[in-house]
T-cell receptor
Framework: NAGVTQTPKFQVLKTGQSMTLQCAQD?????MSWYRQDPGMGLRLIHY???????DQGEVPNGYNVSRSTTEDFPLRLLSAAPSQTSVYFC????????????FGPGTRLTVT | GDSVTQMEGPVTLSEEAFLTINCTYTATGYPSLFWYVQYPGEGLQLLLK?????DKGSNKGFEATYRKETTSFHLEKGSVQVSDSAVYFCALSLETSGSRLTFGEGTQLTVNP
């Protein structure tokens, strides 16, 4: 059982470049989300989805796009990378609609120069 | 808006010392409360949770009690081990926001032998 997987583990981008962070889960969870983790700020919600075809913005959505074409996958797209997007990104999944445990991926460390 | 505040860190203890990490929250409605732990280089994992007032969550020797009157969910452990060294996050979710989590800033715990 792989749980939540994320690729890549590390990435360095130049300002203005675009890229996609991949996230997949094999637990048939309806709810998936993306967070960024910055020192002293905890985890902040970027985007989330409660099922295939349904996405919504979180606390810090600017500069990021998501789509959910399948239950398993929830990619995060950086449209034009900026140094302010240097962070560690975590994907998480859970059953929807209640205080269920969220399962986190191992994270992607992104540096934008 | 809803928010979670954790005690300022980092926290450094000797093995077998008593641990308390304070967590207070502000929320409209009746949140569910969580403690997540992040070991070095890994994603977050659920440590314990409580879904209503006066509930006590417990796991691996850690405990936290949901105190509605003081809007608190302090994490305690009677005797810490070196292996408990990690970052601890307090979080809440609301019935009205489904599975969305709001996190505190995180508290780095280092336990020395």
């Amino acid at each position: 059982n792989a749980g939540v997987t994320q690729t890549p583990k590390f990435q360095v981008l130049k300002t203005g470049q675009s890229m996609t962070l991949q996230c997949a889960q094999d637990m048939n969870h309806e709810y998936m989300s993306w967070y960024r983790q910055d020192p002293g700020m905890g985890l902040r919600l970027i985007h989330y989805s409660v099922g295939a075809g349904i996405t919504d913005q979180g606390e810090v959505p600017n500069g990021y796009n998501v789509s959910r074409s399948t239950t398993e996958d929830f990619p995060l797209r950086l449209l034009s990378a900026a140094p302010s997007q240097t962070s560690v990104y975590f994907c998480a999944s859970s059953y929807a609609g209640g205080p269920y445990e969220q399962y986190f991926g191992p994270g992607t460390r992104l540096t934008v120069t | 808006g809803d928010s979670v505040t954790q005690m300022e860190g980092p926290v450094t203890l000797s093995e077998e010392a008593f641990l308390t990490i304070n967590c207070t929250y502000t929320a409209t409605g009746y949140p569910s409360l969580f403690w997540y732990v992040q070991y070095p280089g890994e994603g977050l994992q659920l440590l314990l949770k409580a879904t209503k007032a006066d509930d006590k969550g417990s796991n691996k020797g850690f405990e936290a009690t949901y105190r509605k009157e003081t809007t608190s969910f302090h994490l305690e452990k009677g005797s810490v081990q070196v292996s408990d060294s990690a970052v601890y996050f307090c979080a809440l979710s609301l019935e009205t926001s489904g599975s969305r989590l709001t996190f505190g800033e995180g508290t780095q715990l280092t336990v020395n032998p």
